[in-house]
């Protein structure tokens, strides 16, 4: 999926946050690669997605620090969402990976992803709880799970994704 169709839906969520309560029952979500294993930002959390052009290491930053992206001329604190869930780093390096800047908190963050999947709409009776085979630290970085085209799709927690 393109960064232009991500974000005319993103436009398109905001546009429809005005809806009657009932159509509320639904959110739409990013759907997004870390390896081969797929995860959910709520859209009406994101603000942008582009490519990461050049990320700037910085020296002591925590692990789930990946670094310093300029993204049309302001600097986003990017995050390594890997690290952060405690996944393995990738065996090859993602060629092009993406930047997922959130809207919404204080500083301005984004998150680094492989490659980006879709958009879902998820209603939030088919929200699951995370597997009990997942460690207790990555099962807290997630509101639940939702099966989608894709797979089984885990819904993250922004809140908890981004203390880091």
Same mark, same amino acid.
């Given at each position: $999926?393109?960064?232009?169709?991500?974000? *005319?839906?993103?436009?398109? %969520?905001?546009?429809?946050?005005?809806?009657? %309560?009932?159509?509320?029952?639904?959110?739409?979500?990013?759907?997004?690669? @870390?390896?081969?294993?797929?995860?959910?930002?709520?859209?009406?959390?994101?603000?942008? +997605?582009?490519?990461?052009?050049?990320?700037?290491?910085?020296?002591?930053?925590?692990?789930? +620090?990946?670094?310093?992206?300029?993204? !049309? /001329?302001?600097?986003?604190?990017?995050?390594?969402?890997?690290?952060?869930?405690?996944?393995?780093? &990738?065996?090859?390096?993602?060629?092009?990976?993406?930047?997922? *800047?959130?809207?919404?908190?204080?500083? &301005?963050?984004?998150?680094? +992803?492989?490659?980006?999947?879709?958009?879902?709409?998820?209603?939030?009776?088919?929200?699951?709880?995370?597997?009990?085979?997942?460690?207790?630290? !990555?099962?807290?970085?997630?509101?639940?799970?939702?099966?989608? &085209?894709? /797979?089984? $799709?885990?819904? @993250?927690?922004?809140?908890?994704?981004? %203390?880091?």
């Amino acid at each position: $999926m393109d960064p232009e169709a991500i974000l *005319a839906a993103i436009e398109h %969520q905001r546009d429809s946050e005005t809806e009657p %309560q009932a159509e509320q029952e639904r959110a739409s979500y990013l759907g997004f690669y @870390l390896g081969d294993e797929v995860y959910g930002l709520p859209l009406d959390q994101l603000r942008e +997605v582009a490519h990461v052009n050049h990320l700037r290491r910085v020296p002591g930053a925590p692990a789930g +620090v990946a670094g310093l992206v300029n993204l !049309r /001329g302001e600097i986003l604190c990017a995050l390594d969402v890997r690290a952060i869930l405690g996944l393995p780093a &990738p065996t090859a390096p993602t060629e092009a990976p993406f930047i997922v *800047a959130l809207r919404g908190f204080a500083d &301005p963050l984004g998150l680094i +992803v492989d490659e980006i999947a879709d958009i879902y709409l998820v209603a939030s009776s088919d929200i699951e709880a995370t597997p009990a085979t997942w460690p207790a630290e !990555r099962a807290a970085c997630f509101i639940g799970t939702a099966r989608v &085209p894709a /797979g089984l $799709m885990g819904l @993250l927690d922004l809140a908890r994704v981004t %203390q880091v």
